[in-house]
């Protein structure tokens, strides 16, 4: 498949009507014809979802095109991601610009401003200088487990979830090996806030329950898990993640609130209102997170030394109680008669 002849843009760019619908034609057509790796194929179902892809395009009705990405096929193809992907993602580039998209859909040249958008604003918290967003994003799936199978959570229980880091991490680029399969993950993630993805591996986890109940061992199990099976039924996978993040919403699980208010999963809650941030804005809620991080690090760095000094510093602190209520007594010598009265025999 040829990405170097597509039809114009389709997100609300219109320089005149007769120009869109001989734009709209075009694109339909490039669709519905579409064969191979990730692409549609001719039938009306096809046809008519996307007219409905294009309509939301032209419109830039955000909350239609997640409707249609999570549906079955997603988003269809390429040359209807091209318009749809940075609606999803808020971006807006000047008028008669090619449209920015992703790695897997675009030429090199237009790829930089939407994936400046993606990494600022999407998946910033795995760019931190510490992996501790990272970890505190990953230990919301044995809470979603112990929610939804509480069984398989506690077969588990041995293990942490550092078997969902590549998938969450490279948004599952790194499991998944057919071009077909990551461009339909990358619309529903796309379209889904952040946290999705997180229910997305924990879906994964508990569809393979059996072959995780006949293994044991804790090492075996990180390796397993870390493999996301190479055959799935995509659209099966995500109607069940969209009923486990219904069922169970982050705000009931239990690490929720370890997560920092600056981190993508809460700063993108709200996917509608998470369009309209700006780069300035993930770039704010970035330093606040390294400002968080560094005095979480502080901290615990002072908690170590206590520990480790416990001892003397609890001895150094008696002496210091000790001395400093003697200055004191000897400064007010009433006192210690006062005291001293309380005793038998005292005067």
């Known amino acids: 498949m040829s990405l170097e002849k597509e039809p114009a843009d389709h997100a609300g760019l219109r320089d005149d009507d007769d120009d869109d619908q001989d734009q709209d034609q075009d694109t339909s057509r490039a669709a519905s014809k579409e064969d191979g790796d990730g692409d549609a194929v001719d039938s009306p179902a096809v046809a008519l979802k996307t007219s409905e892809i294009l309509a939301a395009c032209t419109w830039r009705d955000a909350t239609r095109l997640r409707a249609l990405a999570e549906s079955e096929g997603g988003l269809l193809a390429d040359s209807l991601r091209r318009a749809a992907w940075p609606i999803l993602l808020g971006a807006s580039p000047p008028a008669n ?32 200088p510490s992996l501790s967003a990272t970890t505190a994003q990953l230990r919301l799936i044995p809470d979603i487990l112990a ?22 991490l490279t948004m599952y680029a790194h499991n998944i090996e057919r071009y077909r399969d990551i461009a339909r993950l990358f619309d529903v993630i796309l379209a ?3 946290t999705f993805s997180i229910y997305l591996f924990a879906q994964i986890v508990i569809d393979r329950r059996e072959e995780i109940f006949e293994i044991d061992e804790p090492d075996m199990l990180q390796v397993i898990l870390g493999r996301v ?53 993930g770039h704010r809620f970035f330093e606040r997170q390294v400002k968080e991080i560094q005095w979480q690090e502080l901290r615990m760095g002072v908690r170590r030394k206590m520990w480790v000094y416990r001892r003397p510093v609890k001895y150094v602190g008696a002496a210091i109680v000790v001395g400093f209520v003697a200055f004191y007594l000897r400064r007010n010598p009433s006192l210690v008669q006062y005291i001293w009265s309380f005793f038998p025999g005292g005067h």
Request: aromatic share 6%; net charge neutral.
């Open 229 to 281: 099976p190479p055959e799935l039924d995509l659209d099966g996978l995500i109607k069940r993640a969209v009923n486990l993040f219904t069922d169970h919403p982050p705000e009931t699980l239990r690490s929720w609130h370890h997560i920092s208010s600056s981190s993508v999963l809460k700063t993108c809650r709200d996917v509608d209102a998470s369009t309209r941030q700006t780069l300035e804005d």
């Open 97 to 128: 610009e090619t449209k920015p998209v992703f790695l897997l859909v675009l030429e090199p040249a237009a790829r930089a401003p939407l994936v400046a958008r993606l990494s600022v604003l999407r998946i910033r918290d795995f760019m931190l």
């Open 147 to 168: 929610r939804a199978d509480p069984d398989l959570r506690r077969h588990l229980s041995s293990i942490e979830p550092f078997y969902a880091l590549a998938g969450t």
């Open 192 to 194: 889904r806030e952040p």
